[in-house]
Nanobody, 122 residues
Framework: QVQLVESGGGLVQPGGSLRLSCTASGSGFSIRTMGWYRQAPGKQRELVAAITSGGPTNYADSVKGRFTISRAGAKNTMYLQMNSLKPEDTAVYYC????????????????WGQGTQVTVSS
């Protein structure tokens, strides 16, 4: 069974940095696209950044120049380096992956992590 496990959230002051990690565990699968989404209280979940296995990335305008998404470890681990954090970055951050199961002809399937809280406050 495939699972996405996130880590790295926490409380940071404005202007500070955090790095989020997401690892896909299990076997018999491949991942083409991974991404980070976030959801602030009272708001819809929004895409923060995404990356494909070939390397192309895209970012929400609100985080361009401050956040960097990357993949490593046979491409099943994803990171989000967040710099120059602002109070408006406060949200629950979710890992997302489009996963193809080797033994199944259907798919890819969308998987979500459990979410990790990021709070930017002085």
């Amino acid at each position: 069974q495939v699972q996405l496990v996130e880590s790295g959230g926490g409380l940071v002051q404005p202007g500070g940095s955090l790095r989020l990690s997401c690892t896909a565990s299990g076997s018999g699968f491949s991942i083409r696209t991974m991404g980070w989404y976030r959801q602030a209280p009272g708001k819809q979940r929004e895409l923060v950044a995404a990356i494909t296995s070939g390397g192309p990335t895209n970012y929400a305008d609100s985080v361009k120049g401050r956040f960097t998404i990357s993949r490593a470890g046979a491409k099943n681990t994803m990171y989000l380096q967040m710099n120059s954090l602002k109070p408006e970055d406060t949200a629950v951050y979710y890992c997302n992956a489009q996963i193809t199961i080797t033994t199944m002809t259907m798919g890819p399937f969308t998987y979500w992590g459990q979410g990790t809280q990021v709070t930017v406050s002085s």
